[in-house]
């Protein structure tokens, strides 16, 4: 008799074994609860007979830490009053601040940040360079500053800021972000603009069902974007005038600020709605030059404008170059750009499986990150159709979509959505989307803003042997946030590298810290970090303890 | 098979361009002329076509810069089926107001009456193209026998394009349905060249093409896939279910456009709908050898040296896409996409002078297009 198990017994019972494994597989993110984070603040998307276009684009959401106590908090945006909406019942934006324990307390009265307009997106940057965050936040015919005061409360500052005519020039503002193009240590602001759009006149009637519906942006006027320089005294200045920036007409929904040819300006990336991308290409002493087209990022391959939503920029080949993303609608698949190091780039969207996963999927935001700290970055993509009554003329596309969350393998992105749990499973109107470690455990959480419902915090729950390193950055001679430095560090001998770009995703802002996954390594060597100019510092800090977050300020380190 | 468009319709329906055509005539004319024109009209609008035609005879000859008599006459000679005159009125009309879409398509519609083919597929095309301003019965037969004499010419594309046209806004008659199915079917004919064997099945296949042009895909797929059941030796089938079934289940339609392709070697249609698509889906090496086959097929079409461009310059080999989408370039010089791709393999070798020219080309071309609506250009082959 026999009894040593042959090979084959071997293969077929290990094959028996690891399958009940493989469905019981951790999910990596988990939906938080309303009744444990205490967030019960829903959109209102207005939405009503004569489908006005604003009902369907918002909203955005962020993580800031607005009272700089380590843990961050959350920003949600409404929509609001406007000249096609009144609320029946009086609806605000919400600030939700970071009770350190996974809950969160509503102080949006006490901070004085609830809106009362039209509100589409948020952006977060300490723009005196006072160490606090301060809030703007961008909307359909109105915009506002919140200025952040210390003391848990915000004034509005809009129209002291010098941004009361960029409101009335902007009538419909999307994403924004703050950056620092001229180098000079404060930081600047671009905002997209969408389109024309006046209720009494733009309306799409008589689909199939006999219905209004929402426009295609191509029946709206293109308006054109606004670049404000920061004077330092807590102004800002229109610079856009005789720049590309003015000539570029636009349908702007997303923008990053990146440095696509490693020069040490930033340069912007924008996403336009049905008309091609921008990628104005900073050239130092104000002068922009607009080379999506020659950079092959503003049209598909077939040379067709596709409908671009959310941007992010990250080196995700790790060769030192920004790659670009952008997220289109359905049948146009998102784009991934992998940077060629000649201001050109190429489309390795089908390479990294997000062309495949996204040909029936319509994308809002995105990011970027090291959710599972292999050192190599991920991404998370917020989907929805934009139109409510898709589902009656197609039965491929739906309004609600699933989340997207692709890992990076060492080589290139993985689709593992469909393993990724419970929540992916599941299907949301996504729009904006944020990153953020809420729970401080060094596991990159999401935050996703659902147009017409609860938003969804994500919480990650990615088990690995990974280890992982937090920095804060704080600049001091250049801008506070650090936005545009170059991050790099060792681990067990291996050196990665990133950039902490300004802004990215839709609608949305992010965790100001960086986390750094340091993969297997039990420790990390060191940290490099280039500071943005005019800082001309390089600096090392070393002796950091991993599974922690760092602050590292410019200055401190050994040059 | 002879489905015409009944002229008393057209004479019903095409009231609104008379009075636009006033409208957009009549500024700083006399207030005789205009009594006169009103007059001339009502008998027009009674039917009495034979004193209309006097009228209108005798305008024409007092007032013989103006454009409307000669409109009007047109009309009542393409009513009266005299169509050597009403297309000498309305070459008449075009020549002395060449933005007229509406011109244009009724002098395109005669020449079809007069079986003028050559001449009337380029002159509805420009009507449309020009613009046929809420004249939805003329639209809608001007873009119809632009679809016959495309199905007449193997531009099965272009006629399945104008056809959902009028399929996405619900338009269905017993023509358009044969014309889709005359399409879909990748057959050269006029609706009257039908043979009565195949009227069954132009119209079953034509229901099906109307289905998709309507975007309703997946009643499209079903009636698809129930022709191929009931047709199964017949050629074409396989590759109308490919094309309904290639949004929904890409797998499946790959089958079937790749039965297609073996069964029917000649069928250039699929190969170029199974190499766009295997392009698209980032499958370029294998996209190559339909491309190279659609070429050989049609040497002279844009459309498959433009995919085998696109093809070799997505594989690496640059200096043959240069090649194609240069020849691809010459056969449709007007087509933004081609020039697009042509930038990108110049640039690819190294050609940077050339790429950005073709850029400029191509900008101004998308701009032309969106100010203007996508010329239709069937003179250059698919």
Redesign the interface.
């Known amino acids: 008799m026999k009894t040593s198990l042959s090979r084959r017994n071997l293969l077929t019972m290990a094959v028996a074994l690891s399958s009940p494994l493989r469905a019981q597989q951790s999910p990596l993110f988990v939906e938080a609860p309303s009744a444990e984070t205490g967030i019960t603040w829903v959109h209102e998307n207005a939405m009503s007979d004569a489908r006005h276009m604003p009902e369907s684009l918002g909203p955005g959401a962020a993580f800031l830490d607005y009272d700089n106590d380590g843990w961050m908090d959350i920003y949600l945006v409404n929509s609001g009053p406007c000249d096609f909406y009144t609320p029946s019942k009086p609806i605000r934006n919400a600030l939700y601040r970071n009770n350190r324990d996974g809950s969160f307390t509503d102080v949006t009265e006490a901070a004085g940040v609830g809106g009362g307009f039209f509100g589409m997106g948020v952006a977060v940057a300490d723009t005196t360079n006072n160490g606090l965050p301060d809030l703007l936040v961008t909307g359909y015919r109105e915009m506002r500053l919140y200025r952040n005061q210390g003391d848990g409360a915000f004034r509005d500052a809009t129209r002291e800021a010098g941004l009361g005519a960029v409101q009335t020039n902007s009538p419909w503002s999307t994403s924004a972000v703050f950056f620092d193009y001229n180098n000079d240590g404060f930081l600047d602001l671009f905002l997209c603009n969408y389109v024309e759009f006046n209720p009494g006149k733009n309306s799409c009637g008589d689909n199939k069902l006999g219905r209004n519906f929402y426009c295609t942006p191509r029946v709206f006027n293109p308006l054109r974007c606004v670049l404000m320089r920061n004077n330092g005294d807590g102004t800002f200045t229109n610079v856009t005038k005789g720049t590309e920036i003015e000539t570029a007409l636009s349908k702007a929904l997303g923008v990053v600020a990146t440095d696509i040819n490693n020069d040490g300006l930033l340069d912007l990336w924008v996403a336009n709605d049905t008309s091609p991308n921008f990628l104005f290409a900073n050239r130092g002493s104000g002068k922009w030059e607009e080379i999506a087209l020659p950079a092959e990022v503003a049209y598909s391959m077939n040379g067709q404008p596709r409908s671009g939503m959310g941007v992010d920029s990250m080196d995700l080949d790790g060769d030192g170059w920004m790659d670009l993303m952008v997220t289109n609608i359905d049948q146009e698949m998102y784009a991934l750009y992998r940077n060629r190091g000649d201001e050109s780039f190429e489309d390795v969207a089908h390479a990294n499986e997000v062309a495949q996963a996204t040909r029936q999927m319509s994308g809002w935001g995105l990011k970027f990150a090291d959710f599972d700290h292999s050192g190599n970055p991920s991404l998370f993509i917020a989907n929805g159709h934009p139109d409510d009554m898709i589902e009656s003329y197609s039965k491929q596309v739906a309004y609600r979509e699933p989340l997207l969350f692709f890992r990076h393998d060492g080589k290139r992105l993985r689709n593992v959505s469909a393993t990724a749990g419970p929540l992916f499973r599941k299907s949301f109107a996504a729009r904006g989307l944020a990153v953020g470690d809420y729970n401080n455990d060094g596991r990159l959480d999401v935050l996703v803003a659902v147009n017409g419902g609860a938003p969804v915090l994500a919480r990650n729950e990615i088990r690995s042997s990974n280890q992982w390193l937090g920095v804060r950055l704080i600049g001091t001679s250049c801008n506070r946030d650090a936005i545009g430095a170059r991050i790099r560090w060792s681990a067990a001998g291996k050196v990665r590298q990133r950039m902490k770009v300004g802004g990215g995703s839709y609608l949305s802002a992010h965790d100001p810290r960086e986390v750094l996954g340091l993969g297997t390594a039990a420790a990390v060597e060191w940290v490099e970090i280039q500071w943005p100019k005019p800082s001309t510092r390089t600096e090392r800090f070393s002796g950091l303890q991993p599974g922690r977050y760092h602050t590292l300020t410019e200055g401190a380190g050994k040059a | 098979m002879r489905l015409p468009i009944r002229r008393s319709i057209i004479q019903q329906l095409l009231r609104p361009l008379w009075l636009l055509a006033i409208a957009l005539m009549l500024h700083g004319q006399s207030t005789t002329f205009q009594e006169q024109l009103q007059a001339a009209e009502q008998l027009f609008h009674r039917g009495d076509l034979a004193a209309a035609n006097q009228a209108f005879l005798a305008l024409a000859r007092t007032h013989a810069s103006e454009p409307q008599p000669q409109w009007y006459l047109g009309l009542i000679a393409y009513q009266q089926s005299r169509y050597q005159d009403a297309r000498d009125r309305f070459r008449q009309l075009v020549e002395r107001q060449e933005d007229m879409g509406p011109g244009w398509a009724m002098l395109g519609l005669t020449e079809f009456r007069m079986r003028d083919f050559d001449e009337a597929l380029p002159h509805l095309e420009l009507g449309r193209y020009l613009g046929i301003a809420n004249q939805d019965t003329l639209a809608q037969a001007a873009a119809l026998h632009q679809a016959f004499l495309c199905n007449r010419i193997q531009r099965f594309d272009v006629a399945l394009a104008v056809l959902s046209e009028l399929a996405v806004k619900g338009k269905k008659t017993p023509a358009i349905v044969a014309a889709f199915g005359v399409a879909a079917l990748n057959r050269p004919w006029l609706l009257e060249d039908v043979p009565s064997h195949e009227q069954a099945l132009v119209m079953e296949a034509g229901e099906t093409a109307w289905l998709l042009g309507a975007?309703r895909?997946?009643e499209a797929a079903a009636r698809a896939e129930a022709l191929v059941v009931r047709y199964p030796e017949q050629s074409g089938l396989q590759f109308i279910l490919g094309t309904t079934l290639a949004?929904?289940d890409w797998p499946r339609a790959e089958t079937a456009l790749r039965k297609e392709v073996a069964a029917n070697p000649n069928h250039y249609y699929a190969h170029v709908t199974l190499a766009s698509e295997l392009i698209?889906?980032?499958r370029p090496e294998e996209a190559a050898s339909f491309c190279e086959k659609a070429v050989q097929l049609q040497p002279e079409s844009y459309v498959a040296r433009g995919l085998l461009g696109?093809a070799l310059l997505?594989t690496g080999r640059a200096d043959q896409a240069v090649a194609e989408l240069e020849a691809a370039v010459q056969l449709a010089p007007t087509n933004?996409?081609v020039?697009?791709?042509l930038a990108?393999a110049y640039?690819r070798v190294g050609r940077k002078a050339e790429?950005?020219a073709q850029?400029e080309i191509?900008?101004q071309l998308?701009e032309k297009q969106t100010a203007g609506g996508k010329p239709v250009d069937s003179q250059a082959k698919p």
Request: proline share 0%; net charge positive.
């Open positions: 975007r895909q997946q949004r929904a698209d889906r980032g696109k997505s933004a996409n020039r697009y791709s990108l640039t790429a950005a850029r191509f900008t998308q």
